[in-house]
């Protein structure tokens, strides 16, 4: 009923249109240089209209075109991403399979069209590393630096690390020095600038990077102690034109009690000739705080008041009496004694619960001494077996 209607009305308007245009058909003229068109209005209406459809079809058609062209291009690319991507999936096989040749030459076939340059950029540098090309590792960093400011320092940091790995330390300093400069605060950079001073024993460098190093590097407590331990410990050790004392001193009392620490300390003195010093320091530690390695160099050390030491070494029996290490010094000290069934004694019971290439050697000076020959001859066979 509606679409009866509707037609009924379209027809009662082309009867108005077509009366009014019989009635008064109108007059159009159109004049340009010497050339004139004329016509009547309602012709010219017309061609007006139907020259305005040719234009919007024409332009529609244009457009339709344009989105054509789009769409392939879109097609084209994604179709090199996929690709692209593709790549670097096998290549990272290759990776992981150690094919760093196969790896790189996969790489650079995603590198124009890969939609994530940064990642494949990365993993060129990683395979080129491994492939030994020290000069391509070096241009897929710069390829890093070139695609964002932001990627400068992660670049330069990945190549100290690389350097690091490969003990390139020198190298490995020369970066992280840049590096320091630009970024002095960076707790990688100073982590990884800790590790490279420890190797090439630039104590008194680190010393002065500590104070900003215990400030920035987000080291746990144990790692910053193991630190200043290590640089505390070469303080002592190293050849220095200040004193062993004063450089003693200046090591804070927390340090002082540490084993190792001590050690250094007291090797130091013997190799200075202050024995009794050295000796009465192993005394007072190993009273608070055992240590197998200061009793061995309490037993290695001559001394003019070896009959003291030997009861002071007796009175640690009572808590220590079966430790291979005390009864071995108790043994030397008896043998410089002259105390020799002691000295047999404590020797015997120490190689019964740990056979050691020294206390072997003692109980060879021990038969030596006893007049047993062809014995300390078995016992010197015996400590060049054990490792």
């Known amino acids: 009923m509606k679409k009866l209607l509707f037609g009924f009305i379209l027809l009662l308007i082309a009867i108005g249109i077509g009366y009014i245009i019989q009635k008064d058909p109108g007059y159009v003229l159109v004049y340009y240089n010497q050339w004139s068109v004329s016509m009547s209005l309602w012709v010219a209406v017309l061609t007006l209209l139907l020259l305005f459809l040719i234009i919007y079809y024409a332009l529609k058609l244009i457009h339709r075109f344009s989105l054509l062209r789009s769409n392939f291009g879109y097609w084209s690319s994604t179709r090199k991403h996929k690709k692209a991507l593709g790549h670097i999936d096998q290549g990272l096989c290759y990776i992981l399979n150690e094919n760093w040749a196969a790896a790189i030459n996969t790489f650079n076939q995603s590198k124009k069209n890969s939609p994530n340059p940064l990642v494949n950029a990365y993993f060129s540098t990683i395979a080129s590393h491994h492939d030994k090309n020290t000069q391509q ?54 982590q990884k600038l800790l590790l490279v001073l420890q190797h090439l024993e630039h104590w008194e460098r680190l010393k002065n990077l500590l104070p900003k190093i215990e400030k920035f590097a987000s080291l746990d407590k144990k790692s910053l102690s193991a630190v200043y331990e290590n640089y505390y410990y070469h303080l002592l050790t190293e050849n220095s034109s200040e004193s062993l004392a004063l450089r003693w001193k200046s090591i804070p009392s927390a340090y002082q009690k540490i084993p190792r620490i001590i050690r250094a300390y007291t090797l130091m003195l013997i190799k200075q000739s202050e024995t009794e010093e050295a000796l009465s320091l192993i005394e007072k530690s190993l009273s608070k705080n055992w240590d197998h390695e200061l009793i061995t160099i309490y037993g290695q050390t001559p001394s003019t008041e070896t009959a003291e030491r030997l009861l002071t070494a007796e009175k640690w029996l009572k808590n220590h009496d079966n430790n291979p290490e005390l009864l071995l010094c108790l043994g030397r000290l008896c043998l410089r004694e002259k105390i020799l069934g002691k000295a047999e ?24 001494l006893t007049g047993n ?9 015996d400590s060049l077996t054990i490792q």
């Open 137 to 190: 590792r070096d241009d897929h960093l710069k390829v890093i630096m070139q695609l964002s400011d932001d990627y400068k320092i992660p670049a330069l940091l990945l190549k100290a690390h690389l350097q690091i790995g490969d003990q390139q330390w020198h190298d490995a300093l020369n970066t992280l020095d840049f590096l320091l400069q630009e970024t002095p605060k960076h707790p990688a950079v100073l």
């Open 345 to 368: 004694e404590y020797l015997k019971q120490a190689n019964n619960i740990q056979p050691t290439s020294q206390t072997l050697l003692a109980l060879s000076e021990l038969s030596e």
């Open 373 to 381: 020959q062809q014995q300390a001859i078995d016992y010197l066979k």
